[in-house]
């Protein structure tokens, strides 16, 4: 069974750093597209950030230039390094992978549990 597993979450104060994981676990014959997405009180889910197979990126606005997406693809890991966080980047932060999980060549949507980022002073 594939699942998406989040670490890193916590508590920083405005201006501090925070780096997030996405464990990929379970029989996975290729992956297409990952990325981050959050989720705030009251406000709907939006996208952070993806990471395209063949290496490309893409950032929301909001994010450029404070956060940056990588994956180890030994380790099957995603990752999410942000600094300069704000209290506005509080939320839920959810890894999300399209994902092929049988030797048909077709790609299914994975999300993880989601990690909760609070910055605060």
């Known amino acids: 069974q594939v699942q998406l597993v989040e670490s890193g979450g916590g508590l920083v104060q405005p201006g501090g750093s925070l780096r997030l994981s996405c464990a990929a676990s379970g029989t996975i014959f290729s992956i297409d597209v990952m990325g981050w997405f959050r989720q705030a009180p009251g406000k709907q889910r939006e996208l952070v950030a993806y990471l395209y197979s063949d290496g490309s990126t893409n950032y929301a606005d909001s994010v450029k230039g404070r956060f940056t997406i990588s994956r180890d693809n030994a380790k099957n890991t995603l990752y999410l390094q942000m600094n300069s966080l704000q209290p506005e980047d509080t939320a839920v932060y959810y890894c999300?992978?399209?994902?092929?999980?049988?030797?048909?060549?077709?790609?299914?949507?994975?999300w993880g549990q989601g990690t909760q980022v609070t910055v605060s002073s």
């Open positions: 999300y992978g399209d994902l092929q999980v049988t030797l048909a060549p077709r790609y299914y949507a994975y």
